[in-house]
């Protein structure tokens, strides 16, 4: 209900902007808006197409593992704590399992293993789903852990630095897993008070503990790296980890004596589905975003809030790195163009060079991850999702706007 508020209200503001954009001459206003509709439509199903393969390749390789059983053994490993973390999914459900191989997707910045693991995790929990058009608090709080964007290895915004010719690349690098690493906390904290979660257990006190010692551990290790070193550390331990998945899984199906073949085919079918499944969600999505954006709403957003931060005396100094902050949520090419615009105009040594560059690792693109995850299994009622996946997005961004006065 939420996104279809939002939605409307895209659509109804940037039709405002275009009737007063009339009003003051410019008539090219509308002709923008129609054009930002069939280009962002082409986006959206281009988007589709090219997650059609990945989602085909990994939901083949999830299926093999599945029917040899090595998704239920890591169900069984991570039991203990996430079925505190989502208490309405089973113990050794295999939900369990395709839930961690997307957070340590995400983490590693494997995006095209990401999206097809947290697919087929919304797909097992929708079978325990009661309300099939509606949101379950597993499922919420698994959206938030992905829209909270927890990467450990920024190598993407590295290479941009690198490319813009900052005098060290890498000197964003603590600054953006310390912001997304308070994003991901402050979406966990926020969304176990709505759902009633008690996380002073023993279990998740150890579990969040042990998070934020390796994110610790990582940032003293890399912090002595140079760039080349980081870059290649997180190339091949990727690949690594990634080759080992998918030959461990085989493996497995030869010694369970599981139709390897038939079983991959099959999973590969279900991914053909799924991506031709999420894109009238992701053309609506995308759609309204592109008008809003083509209407200058967002930059009539962003003059108005730099004027209010300006007359209550406050420093001004990150307001130039705003759009990219405000376009995260939205569009994940949209904020990674206004972060190279930041670089290109300020600076990549400038302070909001470095800000954008904070902005863009800090969060993922909320309103995207919810229009994929939730058309995949056709919920219509998001619940608190939205509301959870914005305030979690609203600390990383405060966060990172700590960190880099505190750093820069």
């Known amino acids: 209900m939420v996104l279809n508020y939002i939605w409307v209200a895209f659509f109804v503001i940037a039709f405002i902007f275009a009737i007063i954009g009339l009003c003051m001459g410019d008539a090219t206003l509308f002709q923008k808006i129609v054009e930002a509709t069939f280009d962002s439509s082409k986006n959206a199903f281009e988007i589709s197409l090219g997650l059609t393969g990945i989602l085909a390749l990994w939901l083949g390789i999830m299926r093999i593992g599945e029917r040899a059983g090595a998704v239920n053994v890591l169900a069984r490993m991570l039991s203990p704590v996430f079925s505190k973390l989502f208490p309405g999914i089973p113990k050794n459900h295999p939900a369990m399992g395709s839930i961690f191989m997307n957070m340590a997707s995400n983490m590693l910045g494997l995006d095209n293993a990401a999206t097809p693991a947290g697919l087929q995790a919304m797909q097992q929990m929708q079978t325990l789903n009661k309300k099939k058009d509606t949101a379950t608090n597993a499922m919420i709080m698994f959206l938030v852990l992905n829209t909270s964007g927890l ?7 590295l290479g941009y630095r690198a490319t813009y010719g900052a005098h060290n690349p890498t000197d964003v690098f603590v ?27 023993p279990v998740l006190l150890a579990f969040l503990g042990a998070m934020i010692a390796f994110v610790g551990f990582v940032i003293w290790s890399f912090s002595h ?47 053909f589905t799924t991506a031709v499944k999420i894109i009238p969600y992701l053309v609506a999505m995308l759609v309204a975003i592109g008008v809003f954006r ?60 470095r800000l954008s560059c904070i902005f863009q690792g800090s969060t993922d693109t909320t309103f995207y991850i919810l229009a ?37």
């Not at 990467?151 to 915004?157: A, D, Q, V």
């Open 151 to 157: 990467t450990i290895i920024p190598t993407t915004i």
């Open 175 to 201: 600054p953006i897993l310390l912001a997304t690493t308070i994003a991901t906390l402050a979406g966990i904290i926020i969304t176990a008070i709505w759902q009633k979660i008690n996380l002073l257990q």
């Open 225 to 271: 790296m140079d760039q080349q070193t980081m870059e290649r550390i997180a190339n091949i331990g990727g690949s690594m980890i990634l080759l080992t998945i998918i030959l461990i899984f085989i493996l497995a199906g030869v010694v369970k004596r599981v139709n390897v073949y038939d079983s991959f085919v099959e999973g590969a079918k279900e991914g």
């Open 294 to 353: 083509a209407s200058g709403a967002m930059d009539m957003f962003l003059s108005g809030l730099a004027w209010c931060i300006h007359a209550c005396g406050l420093p001004t100094d990150f307001v130039d790195a705003l759009p990219t902050a405000f376009m995260k949520p939205l569009s994940g090419s949209g904020a990674r163009g206004l972060m190279l615009e930041a670089m290109k105009t300020y600076g990549p040594d400038s302070f909001v060079g």
């Open 372 to 408: 994929v995850y939730f058309g995949s299994i056709n919920i219509k009622y998001t619940r608190h999702a939205v509301a959870c996946g914005l305030l979690a997005d609203l600390i990383g961004v405060l966060a990172a706007i700590f960190i880099a006065y505190l750093m820069f």
